[in-house]
């Protein structure tokens, strides 16, 4: 049956360049059988014992809904709940295999990361940059995470930064926003170059 946390407790280890981050293996889940509707239980990681998050997911038809707790800098917890649909392809051998939609872009992954307030994917995230070429907006982008980790704020570029970190100046915070905001602004005339979408100024 497979009620509320029986026997469905788990913990991921696992070495990738990405290990310090909370993410989800949609693989993983299908092998533990977690994906059959109506499933529900939760997922815990831990680094070195100590828990690093607790998540609680319930199957639902094509999908799942992940709750849990989320705060920034040391501020308030707030609840947040978020769905995730999926996806299936057919496999050469019979069968099928199933995959996360990013809730950000929609591409079609295995593994989410919970690096911000929600489980997105790694390019929504940009977990994997370094080696690859850089491009203009990769550049933006990481300048405004940059902002963003210095500020506390979340690694969503989508959610507006707006608690200024303790112990920071005003003007120090005002700066660094309007310069995000900035770099925010010509990413957008770049993304909006691609799409044929021209902005004034
Ligand atoms: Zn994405």
Redesign the pocket.
């Known amino acids: 049956m497979g009620g509320y946390g029986s026997g469905r407790r788990s913990s991921w280890g696992g070495k990738t360049t990405t290990e310090s981050q909370r993410r989800i293996d949609i693989r993983w889940m299908k092998r533990q059988g977690y994906l059959r509707a109506g499933t529900m239980g939760n997922l815990i990681w831990s680094n070195r014992g100590e828990q690093t998050g607790l998540i609680t997911y319930s199957m639902v038809e094509e999908g799942m809904v992940l709750n849990y707790r989320y705060r920034i800098n040391g501020g308030e917890w707030q609840p947040v709940e978020q769905s995730i649909i999926f996806d299936r392809t057919p496999c050469n051998y019979g069968g099928h295999r199933t995959w996360f939609r ?1 809730p ?2 929609g ?1 079609r992954v295995a593994l989410l990361y919970g690096a911000g307030k929600l489980f ?2 790694r ?2 995230y940009d977990l994997a940059y370094g080696s690859q070429q850089e491009t203009m907006s990769d550049r933006l982008m990481r300048k405004q995470r940059k902002i963003r980790e210095r500020l506390g704020a979340d690694m969503d570029l989508f959610i507006p930064i707006w608690q200024k970190p303790k112990g920071m100046h005003w003007k120090t915070f005002g700066r660094l926003r309007q310069e995000e905001n900035r770099t925010n602004y010509r990413m957008n005339v770049i993304m909006g170059k691609r799409l044929g979408i021209y902005f004034d100024g």
């Open positions: 990013c950000r872009c591409k997105l994917c390019h929504c």
